[in-house]
């Protein structure tokens, strides 16, 4: 049985953690832990885990954390870079939900997130968790940095146009709705349900801070850097991703093919018959992307149409995965919920 | 391993039948009829089961349904009693969720569904599949009625008061809120986003037709009939009951121990501690009922808050959790998902 | 025309107040108050007003309000109490939505609020300002308290029945359902999208507030105290309050008629036919409560449906209904909008 | 006063207009038709003109709609071109919110909806009633198709770039999100709340309707024929469209100038400060577009932002809008509304 220690459990991505390791079959969840929930029944503050988890939060101190096999941070920004070093140090696995370790480059981070990075040495240690790009280097890896949501859809909806050298690198267009859950479970006006249901608009046009992440990524697998204009947008619903990405083709080819071939052997990516539309409730509470590719009326632009869950594959869920492959364990053990529909 | 087959499995009960059973180890599903969607694919229709299930609809004929050791009837009232005098001729055990064998008394179906029962003769053999009060009979049982979702919600909340006679039970007030699902899959433009969202509405005062079936219900546990006023409300949400009961206490008892006495080994009861109340969202894709009572200001209302999914145990997760007890199965099996939250 | 003052015009009663006043005749806004915006743009806050106001926040001084003809609070209860006896001895008419001024006894106000009462002199001065009952002494005052949203659409569906001594007065209950914006606009993470959308849930059953006010109304009506049960419920919606409420008939009578009569001459509440089932949505914007009146199974249960707009007749309309009545303007003067449907 | 004729008043549109007519200072409604509803009273089957509309819906016969001074059709496509040719030999002004009159080809009509274009001769008659381009030839127009909702949002956010030759109009992309009414008011499964909240999808990407529409008016202004990707979602709200343009700069130009000088004289297009993301809901029950330009990270894809009410700004406000030019009353009378926030 693996040990798993959980960071900042009060969250969004901590609770979703909890939800899918309590089921896991081969996790015994040692230590979860909140600053200010400290002492408090989990299941009070999480009523959906009544009857399935017994454990109290614990504040998070390093030596019970440091004995687990693995911990996960499931914390905002700036949190896993104060704690991680010393776990590291101590032969601990981390698998990072956080921002911290996700860009190579310090200086790139630090304008992002406006403040130094404590541990930059680790930066280049780090594994960037898409299993669908990374998976051998996850297998090895100590520490893990998963993807965030966007990046996550985002990529996977790009990565078989880019990797064969099809589309203009130069021109990428990332049109993502999310919803609102992707803001975290903390107290804000903008959020509200009366400022967010009914509603529709797009936020940080001028940049958001999963842009590098998404250009690191891309411009990875197509060699070279690309040009990515990426346009997020708060959806009124509690979960989900949509991306709508657009390319320009500079060849033609058999674009269903091409994606059914490049994720024929992915436990997680679901191709789409031709002519489709995904939904994302359809991926709601669990681990899979789907999606569908389009020329529409044959002209050079490819529509790709890319569908997750923003806290499972784009944070919790994808996290196990990680844990899955780097333990040795069958990739989708504990990954296999239903979509709830409707 | 126990055959099953599914007649009407395109509405809502049946789709959510199939999330349950195809995680559920006893259980091989034999045949999925539709009269529409013969040949289809179910994954088609229901993509949240896309490489769960790969079966076709096939058309809802005697032989093959009888060949499984039970069928479930996911269908409108007036289909099951068609099919069902066959099935119980060859001995096949039969869970009905709708409602052509929730009432006893021939004439007062007749007079609430306004057309003649087909089988009358069925109606005294028929168990009324609520566990909590009826598991004795359900073991035994070849026909099982599953209740409706607000007769569960509702009689789950009165049932430890009437059992005792600490209410009046001429005076009985069921307030319940549904959400949307509770109309079923059908095209329809009351139900409608745009119709049904950002409103709250009461319906069918005059008389809903769970209102005969709550006070049978009632009246068995309470030993004489019961005088209902019964309330149902559309709620702008997709799962979910939260039925609010009051009744008039006729001597003072302690109610939490009452409650938690009541339903202690109980798997799918879940009394809230002193001062709670239940969300809808916590029971949401799971077979819990979540209840909390309250006497407010101490007088002599007694307030009872009790919520469910309308789907699972007020449908499909009872119906799976009786075909679990009748056939000797730990009740639970294939039933211990948690919420999804948020 | 008349000046207009609005303190703590950033909330949503607020807003709401600037919405109707804009298009109201007679009105000319003197100033905004808010002490967190100042200087800044009203309609930077809420865009739905640009190009119809062009005023900036300003601080909420005594001086420019005293100089206003009336000053409408749309504040946190406690906020008004500390203004309004400077206002009202420099003979500036007060309307206040808050709760400062809505009971009259100042030890019962105290021990729901928790707090010293620093006016409580003014309590016996202050109008309640529910025109249905209240409209002359409406005309004279110079301090109105608005009433509560709940308590609005509770008042209005019981003041029939309890006028002429029809129900039994012991024993009323109040279910209500309120939209979220009944909870103001502040940051907090009960009220999340992520917490509040697909959800039902009652909450404060113990006693919520609004519980003295209807009974402080519903006593006076009734000419004897009343025992009531409120038990209000947290709905998935923006906007909007329906009440359920339960009484025990003492005698026969047309109830149809009996509310048609008592609210011929009432241009903002509307008795629906009989059978019908009032909906929140069309009442949402507008100042408009609508009211069906049941005896299901005719027992002697008779069950009240009366809907609102928390934020109109339940808030800001109601304040602007009586500041007409009060200035001798026509009653409805800025109020006659139409619900946006869907 | 203008004798207004309204045909097909059931549906979203229809209903739209009677709310915005009936305030109307200008406008007389002489008849409110519906074959499946003649007889019934408006205000039954939409509440919110309880107290506002005394009228019943009438058989659409063409002689009382060819005495009206102006006919508005509300229907579905194919109704108005079987009764306009008759009302424009009367000389009645018909204004057709339809997609009967939108496109100038026939053949290119007849390809989109698959039928015979019954009056093609009056395709080139019919004037394009989107007042920001040609408010002139509405002045004088006896028969406007007035523009679909996905068409103006998305018109008005190129407009200002293509007429200037700013970009590429070989390569436009039209991400559009739509709230559900756009569906209309008609029984779907595809649109019940079930099945259409807490979800995101994009749909027809292969081809919408709206699409040769979309192209006929950005060709017009460009000068040549635009290259188009139109990506429409639907969206889980009620209503509003958020259309998200992408355009490829060709030379730098201050693109906040641009804009707020195209629609410096625009009673309804209102460009937001630079920096800012407009949202659906100030705008909702508004004939308001709000506009905000962005050029993320200065690269040459240009973001254009735009906001507007499918059912007003993108239906019958719009209609209204063309009335009163055509009549030669001010532009914006009779809405002058003020969205509903929150």
């Known amino acids: 049985m693996i040990k798993v220690g959980i960071v900042g459990a009060t969250g969004y991505t901590g609770v979703e953690l909890l939800r899918l390791l309590v089921n896991h ?18 299941s009070d503050l999480f009523p959906n885990l009544r009857g399935h988890l017994d ?12 004995n687990c096999d693995v911990v996960f941070f499931a914390t905002p920004h700036c949190v896993a870079m104060e704690l991680v070093p010393e776990l590291i140090k101590q032969g601990t696995k981390v698998i990072d939900l956080s921002a911290d370790f996700r860009l190579r480059n310090a200086t790139e981070w630090e304008h992002w997130y406006n403040m130094p990075h404590t541990c930059p040495e680790l930066l280049s240690e780090a594994v960037y968790g898409l299993p669908e790009v990374n998976r051998d280097a996850i297998k090895t890896a100590q520490l893990i940095a998963v ?5 996550t859809a985002t990529q996977l909806g790009f990565i078989p146009l880019l990797e064969q050298g099809l589309i203009d690198p130069s021109h990428l267009i990332a049109d993502a709705k999310s919803g609102v859950s992707g803001a975290g479970r903390k107290a804000a006006i903008g959020t509200l349900l009366t400022e967010s249901s009914e509603n529709m608009k797009a936020y940080a046009v001028a940049g958001h801070r999963h842009l590098p992440e998404i250009s690191q990524g891309l411009s990875d697998v197509s060699g070279s850097p690309v040009g990515l204009t990426f346009v997020p947008h708060l959806t009124p619903m509690i979960r989900g991703i949509h991306a709508t990405l657009y390319g320009t083709l500079t060849q033609e080819i058999n674009l269903q093919t091409l994606f059914e071939q490049r994720y024929a052997d992915e436990p997680f990516v679901d191709i789409l018959p031709a002519g489709s539309h995904p939904e994302t409730r359809t991926v709601a509470g669990t681990n899979v992307c789907r999606i569908a590719v389009h020329q529409p009326q044959q002209n050079n632009t490819v529509v790709v149409l890319s569908a997750i869950d923003n806290l499972v594959k784009g944070a919790s869920g994808q996290a196990i995965q990680n844990m899955n492959i780097n333990f040795g364990l069958p990739e989708s ?10």
Chains 1, 2, 3, 4 share one sequence.
């Open 25 to 42: 079959p081969q996790v015994t969840i040692e230590c979860i832990t909140s600053r200010g929930e400290a002492g408090r029944a989990v």
């Open 55 to 66: 454990q109290l939060f614990c504040q998070p101190e390093v030596q019970p954390l440091a």
């Open 333 to 342: 053990m504990g990954l296999n919920t239903i979509a709830v529909m409707p």
């Open 147 to 151: 993807p965030g949501c966007y990046p």
